[in-house]
């Protein structure tokens, strides 16, 4: 069971990947088999506590502020997830099939949303996720359009959360609630890891996700895993 942050660590690079949350793992895997109200009474994990210790809502996060070699974004399903360094390859050479950005958006795959998004992002440095909309162009009205252009780059695999900053006032204060901070994979891993990618062809890639899903839990339906290594909704 794990009951703390350096346990949940553990287990997911041993995992490899792992749906987010406490509640539905669509079938497939998640690390946390209890959700936010109904964990088992021995375990020492808590839900929206803010401790850093046995919080989840707070390990999202520690990864990223504390570490190189685990990615978190809505990756499953249009869900949160988590992905090691050691697996990120194999989803990369799933979801892209070595594929770029412009050849992904030439061929009719990535929205006119995305695009505009990730021409903000490819600039090359980390944006915050208020003022991304506002660089991106996205008007009040625009909300649903940004939100769902930002999925799809996260689903695609061409961009990824990487910590939380917070709003600074004209004065230079800082006010309200942390925002997710985004940058594009490439600025998030080493070339090492698309370099990695770029060896293993799309067949391999599912064929070994698909091993590794079973070896996590054999009962996983066939269809839910294919449609867990290509993102759940692309």
Not at 42 to 61: C, F, K, L, N, S
Request: glycine share 8%.
């Amino acid at each position: 069971m794990i009951q703390n942050y350096a346990d949940f660590c553990r287990e997911l690079l041993a995992a490899g990947f792992s749906i987010a949350g406490g509640g539905n793992d669509e079938g497939v895997f998640g690390l946390l088999k209890y959700g936010w109200n109904n964990e088992p009474p021995e375990a020492q994990v808590r839900w929206h506590t803010g401790d850093p210790e046995h919080d989840p809502w707070e390990w999202r996060m520690r990864v990223l502020d504390e570490r190189n070699d685990i990615a978190y974004g809505k990756v499953f399903f249009r869900k949160a997830g988590y992905i090691t360094r050691e697996w990120y390859p194999y989803f990369l050479a799933a979801r892209r099939n070595g594929l770029t950005f412009n050849e992904t958006y030439s061929d009719g795959v990535i929205s006119y949303e995305a695009k505009r998004i990730y021409e903000v992002l490819q600039e090359g440095v980390p944006i915050p996720l208020h003022a991304l909309k506002q660089l991106a162009g996205f008007g009040k009205e625009e909300r649903s359009k940004f939100e769902r252009g930002l999925v799809e780059l996260q689903m695609r695999l061409f961009i990824t959360m990487c910590g939380r900053q917070q709003k600074v006032s004209q004065r230079g204060e800082e006010y309200g609630w942390s925002s997710t901070v985004f940058c594009t994979t490439e600025q998030f891993w080493d070339n090492e890891v698309f370099e990695m990618a770029a060896k293993i062809s799309a067949d391999e890639a599912i064929e070994a996700i698909t091993l590794q899903v079973y070896r996590l839990n054999p009962a996983a339906d066939a269809k839910k895993i294919k449609k867990f290594i290509y993102g759940g909704a692309l």
